[in-house]
């Protein structure tokens, strides 16, 4: 982790027992929370039903009926949660350790849509949804 | 054309247009604030200055519009496609900047990235040969 090596020495093992707990806590929020606002969307967008008009109309109307689902308000805290917790990490953390992390969110939104939506997911559509989480998390990184 | 065939396009069409205006979004939001600069002084009237800046600027607006833009693209596709199918696919934009920086800024881009890119183009294109919609509805 980059900035840790400016610590005082005689602090360094107790900041950086608290430092990753603190991220580690901050990092599980933004990817739950931001994962459960993309469920909760979906499933807002699955009561709604498959838009099949895209006149500028018939958009609003089904915007309309989706922010008048209480899932959606959910989801709209869900994200927000995720985002003033990205800001709170980026705060003190390098973007390069938590930007590799929401890879992980692939995986989890995955696993929500299986057992949470009911999706199928084949052995093709899981290994897909690993390799991409990890050259996500190496394209951050590199 | 399938009905497969439609669901297959319209979600493909779909997922580059949340590639593309998240992207745009973002950029456009970065460009504002790089304009706008770094907040320095936290009283209240400086952080009334900075908001009534952050909000008369184009780029904000044109970075703001890009983002909404993406929101509803997200909506309509998922009223469709799985979650589990839409949140890989558009994990393509993360391999779209390194090439795009690659190609045409002639930027150095590592060995580590291009392992990345090379593996979420495979996984992309293994996800994009299931059906985008494996739940009964519609």
Request: glycine letters at 10%; proline letters at 2%; a positive charge.
């Amino acid at each position: 982790m980059r900035g840790c090596g400016v610590r005082k020495p005689d602090l360094a093992t107790h900041d950086r027992a608290g430092l990753s707990m603190r991220t580690a806590l901050c990092l599980a929020i933004l990817v739950l929370a931001g994962t459960g606002g993309d469920i909760a969307v979906a499933h807002v967008m699955k009561q709604v039903g498959e838009v099949k008009n895209f006149t500028p109309r018939a958009l609003l109307r089904v915007l309309s009926r989706a922010f008048r689902l209480r899932w959606m308000w959910l989801a709209l805290g869900l994200m927000t949660l995720a985002f003033l917790s990205l800001l709170a990490l980026l705060s003190w953390e390098a973007v390069s350790l938590v930007v590799p992390a929401t890879a992980l969110s692939y995986v989890i939104g995955a696993l929500g849509g299986k057992f949470l939506l009911g999706e199928q997911l084949s052995r093709v559509r899981w290994g897909g949804i690993v390799l991409v989480s990890v050259g996500v998390a190496l394209v951050c990184a590199g | 054309m399938t009905s497969h065939r439609i669901l297959v396009v319209k979600t493909s069409i779909l997922v580059i247009l949340i590639v593309l205006f998240n992207s745009l979004g973002n950029v456009l939001l970065g460009k504002g604030m790089k304009q706008i600069g770094e907040v320095k002084d936290w009283s209240a009237s400086a952080l009334g200055a900075f908001f009534v800046k952050t909000f008369t600027s184009g780029w904000i607006w044109l970075g703001i519009g890009s983002l909404l833009l993406f929101f509803v693209a997200y909506l309509l596709v998922l009223s469709w496609a799985d979650i589990s199918y839409v949140l890989p696919a558009t994990a393509t934009g993360y391999a779209v900047v390194p090439l795009l920086s690659h190609f045409f800024l002639r930027e150095a881009v590592t060995t580590l990235r291009w392992t990345g890119v090379a593996l979420i183009c495979v996984g992309v294109a293994f996800v994009s040969r299931t059906s985008p919609r494996t739940t009964g509805q519609g």
